[in-house]
């Protein structure tokens, strides 16, 4: 089974500011299978980038996804205060199992 | 608009059963898409549950494999999920979700499953 760490547990940033977040396969990984999620407190996660690059619907083009291999990259610029939340990372394997990262949480410094 | 509602008992007792179902309304259950639940343990991360897709493949995660159950009703449009013999470690709220392109990409509210002797 392949694991997702991600990194830092906890950014501190202040509004305007850019927030960058990673997130490490175990072992090398198609980019195709990778997704980001943003979950705020007492909600369900949202869907943010699939295809590890590309935009879900509706999501503003300051979240953008990158990477490939075992390393990739979720950055949001220009933080508003509706972008404090938690934000997780998603693999779907050849054996067809989603796995998450364990979470970064992004707070009000 | 693709909308899933989780409902069911909110409180199982150990070594019961829990289940649940999804009511999916703005899309045919029927439809080529798989369908996933996926739980969250208080103060934790998730866990896929599994996937199951109309008329095709079921796919779990191996981790609960011989517990967990994912089936769904055409004529209800909807997704179903059985997990049997479970035990305080299963308390959770637990979605069910659409798949898209290897991600999922609408979830429902989600509802608190305790498990409690």
């Known amino acids: 089974e392949i694991v997702l760490t991600q990194s830092p547990g906890t950014l501190s940033l202040s509004p305007g500011e850019t927030a960058t977040l990673s997130c490490r396969a175990s072992?090398?990984?198609?980019?195709?299978?990778l997704a980001w999620y943003q979950q705020k407190p007492g909600q369900a996660p949202r869907l943010l980038i699939y295809?590890?690059?590309s935009r879900a619907t509706g999501i503003p083009d300051r979240f953008s996804g990158s990477g490939s291999g075992t390393d990739f990259t979720l950055t949001i610029s220009r933080l508003e205060p509706e972008d404090f939340a938690v934000y997780c990372c998603q693999l779907y394997d050849d054996s067809h199992l989603y796995t998450f990262g364990q979470g970064t949480k992004v707070e009000i410094k | 608009q693709v909308q899933l509602q989780e409902s069911g008992p909110g409180l199982v007792k150990t070594s019961g059963t829990l289940s649940l179902t999804c009511d999916v309304s703005g899309h045919s259950i029927t439809s080529d898409n798989y369908w996933s639940w996926v739980r969250q343990p208080p103060g934790k991360g998730l866990e896929w549950l599994g996937q199951v897709l109309h008329g095709g493949p079921t796919h779990y995660n191996p981790s609960l494999k011989s517990r967990v159950t994912i089936s769904v009703d055409k004529s209800k449009n909807q997704l179903s999920l059985t997990l049997s013999s479970v035990t305080v470690g299963d308390t959770a709220v637990y979605y069910c979700t659409r798949n898209g392109a290897k991600c999922l990409d609408h979830w429902g509210q989600g509802t608190l499953v305790t498990v409690s002797s």
């Open positions: 295809g590890a690059s």
């Open positions: 072992q090398s990984v198609s980019s195709t299978y």
